[in-house]
Protein backbone atom coordinates (compact mmCIF):
# COMPACT_ATOMS: atom_id res chain seq x y z
CA UNK A 1 0.00 0.00 0.00
CA UNK A 2 2.62 2.61 1.07
CA UNK A 3 4.53 1.48 -2.33
CA UNK A 4 1.51 2.77 -4.20
CA UNK A 5 0.89 5.44 -2.89
CA UNK A 6 4.49 6.11 -2.97
CA UNK A 7 4.29 5.64 -7.03
CA UNK A 8 0.92 7.59 -6.87
CA UNK A 9 3.21 10.81 -5.49
CA UNK A 10 5.91 10.26 -7.91
CA UNK A 11 3.88 10.16 -10.75
CA UNK A 12 1.16 12.15 -9.95
CA UNK A 13 0.70 13.78 -13.35
CA UNK A 14 0.13 10.80 -15.12
CA UNK A 15 -2.02 9.42 -12.44
CA UNK A 16 -4.60 12.54 -13.11
CA UNK A 17 -4.33 11.74 -17.10
CA UNK A 18 -5.23 8.41 -16.51
CA UNK A 19 -8.37 9.58 -14.08
CA UNK A 20 -9.18 11.91 -16.64
CA UNK A 21 -9.08 9.57 -18.94
CA UNK A 22 -11.23 7.00 -17.09
CA UNK A 23 -14.04 9.46 -16.57
CA UNK A 24 -13.83 10.77 -20.27
CA UNK A 25 -14.70 6.98 -21.27
CA UNK A 26 -17.35 6.52 -18.43
CA UNK A 27 -18.99 9.68 -19.67
CA UNK A 28 -18.65 8.53 -23.39
CA UNK A 29 -20.46 5.44 -22.79
CA UNK A 30 -23.31 7.01 -20.80
CA UNK A 31 -23.91 8.93 -23.39
CA UNK A 32 -23.93 6.89 -26.23
CA UNK A 33 -26.04 4.48 -24.12
CA UNK A 34 -28.90 7.05 -23.92
CA UNK A 35 -28.18 8.21 -27.88
CA UNK A 36 -28.64 4.55 -28.17
CA UNK A 37 -31.57 4.74 -26.29
CA UNK A 38 -33.48 7.75 -28.01
CA UNK A 39 -32.93 6.30 -31.69
CA UNK A 40 -34.46 3.44 -30.47
CA UNK A 41 -37.52 5.19 -29.57
CA UNK A 42 -37.27 7.33 -32.64
CA UNK A 43 -37.25 4.06 -34.95
CA UNK A 44 -40.24 2.46 -33.13
CA UNK A 45 -42.44 6.01 -33.39
CA UNK A 46 -45.31 6.16 -33.58
CA UNK A 47 -45.95 4.15 -30.81
CA UNK A 48 -49.44 1.99 -30.07
CA UNK A 49 -50.82 4.69 -28.22
CA UNK A 50 -50.07 7.58 -30.79
CA UNK A 51 -50.97 5.08 -33.61
CA UNK A 52 -54.38 4.49 -32.51
CA UNK A 53 -54.25 8.45 -31.73
CA UNK A 54 -53.36 9.18 -35.39
CA UNK A 55 -56.08 6.67 -36.94
CA UNK A 56 -58.68 8.43 -34.32
CA UNK A 57 -57.57 11.69 -36.23
CA UNK A 58 -57.60 10.13 -39.66
CA UNK A 59 -61.11 8.77 -39.10
CA UNK A 60 -62.67 11.77 -37.73
CA UNK A 61 -61.03 14.01 -40.83
CA UNK A 62 -62.74 11.07 -43.11
CA UNK A 63 -66.22 11.73 -41.31
CA UNK A 64 -65.77 15.68 -41.56
CA UNK A 65 -65.07 15.31 -45.32
CA UNK A 66 -68.28 12.79 -46.09
CA UNK A 67 -70.42 15.45 -43.79
CA UNK A 68 -69.58 18.22 -46.19
CA UNK A 69 -70.27 16.51 -48.85
CA UNK A 70 -73.39 15.60 -48.15
CA UNK A 71 -74.00 19.35 -47.15
CA UNK A 72 -72.90 20.32 -50.89
CA UNK A 73 -75.68 17.00 -51.93
CA UNK A 74 -78.30 19.05 -49.88
CA UNK A 75 -77.35 22.50 -50.78
CA UNK A 76 -77.56 21.23 -54.71
CA UNK A 77 -81.28 19.70 -53.77
CA UNK A 78 -82.36 23.61 -52.04
CA UNK A 79 -81.25 25.16 -54.94
CA UNK A 80 -83.67 22.95 -57.33
CA UNK A 81 -86.27 23.03 -54.66
CA UNK A 82 -86.29 26.87 -54.67
CA UNK A 83 -86.24 27.09 -58.83
CA UNK A 84 -89.48 24.54 -58.78
CA UNK A 85 -91.13 27.17 -56.15
CA UNK A 86 -90.57 30.00 -58.24
CA UNK A 87 -91.70 28.28 -61.51
CA UNK A 88 -94.62 27.50 -59.53
CA UNK A 89 -95.53 31.46 -58.14
CA UNK A 90 -95.17 32.51 -61.40
CA UNK A 91 -97.89 30.19 -63.11
CA UNK A 92 -101.07 31.55 -61.43
CA UNK A 93 -102.94 28.76 -62.71
CA UNK A 94 -101.07 26.30 -60.00
CA UNK A 95 -100.43 28.47 -57.11
CA UNK A 96 -102.06 27.30 -54.20
CA UNK A 97 -101.67 31.17 -51.95
CA UNK A 98 -102.25 34.24 -53.09
CA UNK A 99 -99.28 36.45 -52.08
CA UNK A 100 -100.86 39.65 -51.25
CA UNK A 101 -101.72 40.37 -47.70
CA UNK A 102 -102.82 38.65 -45.85
CA UNK A 103 -101.90 35.96 -47.67
CA UNK A 104 -105.15 33.50 -48.40
CA UNK A 105 -106.18 30.47 -50.95
CA UNK A 106 -106.25 30.46 -53.97
CA UNK A 107 -108.69 28.45 -55.87
CA UNK A 108 -106.53 25.66 -56.60
CA UNK A 109 -105.41 26.12 -53.35
CA UNK A 110 -109.05 25.41 -51.85
CA UNK A 111 -109.54 22.52 -53.91
CA UNK A 112 -106.51 20.64 -52.75
CA UNK A 113 -107.49 21.58 -49.25
CA UNK A 114 -110.81 20.29 -50.13
CA UNK A 115 -109.23 16.89 -51.98
CA UNK A 116 -107.28 16.36 -48.87
CA UNK A 117 -110.13 16.86 -46.36
CA UNK A 118 -107.92 18.84 -44.46
CA UNK A 119 -110.72 20.86 -42.45
CA UNK A 120 -111.94 17.37 -41.45
CA UNK A 121 -108.13 16.71 -40.16
CA UNK A 122 -107.77 19.70 -38.43
CA UNK A 123 -111.79 19.99 -36.79
CA UNK A 124 -111.02 16.28 -35.28
CA UNK A 125 -107.79 17.41 -33.24
CA UNK A 126 -108.75 21.09 -32.60
CA UNK A 127 -108.70 21.60 -28.80
CA UNK A 128 -105.03 20.61 -28.83
CA UNK A 129 -104.10 22.85 -31.91
CA UNK A 130 -105.87 25.72 -30.56
CA UNK A 131 -104.75 25.65 -27.00
CA UNK A 132 -100.99 24.87 -28.50
CA UNK A 133 -101.19 27.80 -30.35
CA UNK A 134 -102.16 30.14 -27.19
CA UNK A 135 -99.37 28.37 -25.06
CA UNK A 136 -96.71 28.60 -27.58
CA UNK A 137 -97.21 31.47 -30.17
CA UNK A 138 -94.74 34.62 -29.70
CA UNK A 139 -97.43 36.81 -29.08
CA UNK A 140 -101.54 37.21 -29.69
CA UNK A 141 -100.67 39.71 -32.42
CA UNK A 142 -102.44 38.79 -35.82
CA UNK A 143 -98.92 38.38 -37.71
CA UNK A 144 -97.14 36.55 -35.09
CA UNK A 145 -100.06 33.82 -34.82
CA UNK A 146 -100.05 33.49 -38.74
CA UNK A 147 -96.37 32.67 -38.51
CA UNK A 148 -96.69 30.69 -35.67
CA UNK A 149 -99.90 28.54 -38.01
CA UNK A 150 -97.20 28.24 -40.97
CA UNK A 151 -94.43 26.94 -38.66
CA UNK A 152 -96.93 24.78 -36.85
CA UNK A 153 -98.07 22.76 -39.57
CA UNK A 154 -94.23 22.38 -41.03
CA UNK A 155 -92.94 20.95 -37.46
CA UNK A 156 -95.90 19.46 -36.12
CA UNK A 157 -97.47 18.10 -39.16
CA UNK A 158 -98.98 15.05 -37.74
CA UNK A 159 -100.64 16.52 -34.95
CA UNK A 160 -102.22 19.21 -37.10
CA UNK A 161 -103.53 16.78 -39.44
CA UNK A 162 -102.77 13.51 -37.66
CA UNK A 163 -101.69 10.38 -39.44
CA UNK A 164 -103.30 9.38 -42.14
CA UNK A 165 -103.73 13.22 -43.08
CA UNK A 166 -100.05 13.60 -43.29
CA UNK A 167 -99.78 10.68 -45.00
CA UNK A 168 -102.28 12.21 -47.85
CA UNK A 169 -100.71 15.23 -48.25
CA UNK A 170 -97.38 13.43 -48.53
CA UNK A 171 -98.49 11.04 -51.12
CA UNK A 172 -99.46 14.00 -53.25
CA UNK A 173 -96.97 16.08 -52.90
CA UNK A 174 -95.04 13.26 -54.61
CA UNK A 175 -97.66 13.06 -57.45
CA UNK A 176 -97.39 17.12 -58.00
CA UNK A 177 -93.78 16.65 -57.53
CA UNK A 178 -93.70 19.54 -55.11
CA UNK A 179 -91.88 20.33 -51.79
CA UNK A 180 -94.70 19.12 -49.18
CA UNK A 181 -94.83 22.22 -46.97
CA UNK A 182 -95.85 24.03 -50.34
CA UNK A 183 -99.68 22.06 -49.38
CA UNK A 184 -99.09 22.39 -45.91
CA UNK A 185 -99.55 26.09 -46.19
CA UNK A 186 -103.13 25.51 -47.18
CA UNK A 187 -103.78 23.49 -43.66
CA UNK A 188 -101.52 26.66 -42.07
CA UNK A 189 -104.38 28.96 -43.74
CA UNK A 190 -107.23 27.00 -42.68
CA UNK A 191 -105.88 27.09 -39.06
CA UNK A 192 -105.38 30.57 -39.22
CA UNK A 193 -108.69 31.68 -40.18
CA UNK A 194 -110.39 28.91 -37.53
CA UNK A 195 -108.18 30.65 -34.89
CA UNK A 196 -109.03 34.65 -35.52
CA UNK A 197 -112.87 33.85 -35.74
CA UNK A 198 -112.66 31.83 -32.31
CA UNK A 199 -110.83 34.21 -30.43
CA UNK A 200 -112.63 37.58 -33.06
CA UNK A 201 -109.37 38.55 -34.54
CA UNK A 202 -109.44 40.72 -37.68
CA UNK A 203 -107.40 39.12 -40.52
CA UNK A 204 -107.07 42.48 -41.51
CA UNK A 205 -104.55 43.65 -38.62
CA UNK A 206 -102.21 41.02 -39.93
CA UNK A 207 -101.03 44.51 -41.69
CA UNK A 208 -100.72 46.40 -38.77
CA UNK A 209 -98.28 44.01 -37.15
CA UNK A 210 -96.37 42.77 -40.27
CA UNK A 211 -93.18 44.06 -40.01
CA UNK A 212 -92.18 46.75 -42.61
CA UNK A 213 -88.75 46.64 -43.48
CA UNK A 214 -88.94 44.95 -46.66
CA UNK A 215 -87.47 41.52 -44.75
CA UNK A 216 -90.36 39.46 -43.46
CA UNK A 217 -88.90 38.23 -39.87
CA UNK A 218 -88.93 35.14 -38.53
CA UNK A 219 -90.77 33.01 -36.81
CA UNK A 220 -91.18 30.61 -33.72
Known sequence: MNAFLSFLFENWPYAIWIAIGGIVVYLYFIIKNKADGAHTKITNLPCEAHRELLNKYEHEIIMQNKKLSTIDVLNGKFDVMMQTLQTMAGNR????TKTLSPISLTD???????ELNMEHYILSNW??????IEDNSESMNPYDIQQFCFNYVLLKTTDALSREGHDRVKLKAFTLGVPIFDLLQ???IIIRDKFFKEHNINIADIDIFEPKSGVEEGCN
Do not use: V
Open 93 to 96: EWSI
Open 108 to 114: YGKSLAD
Open 127 to 132: KTISKY
Open 186 to 188: AAA
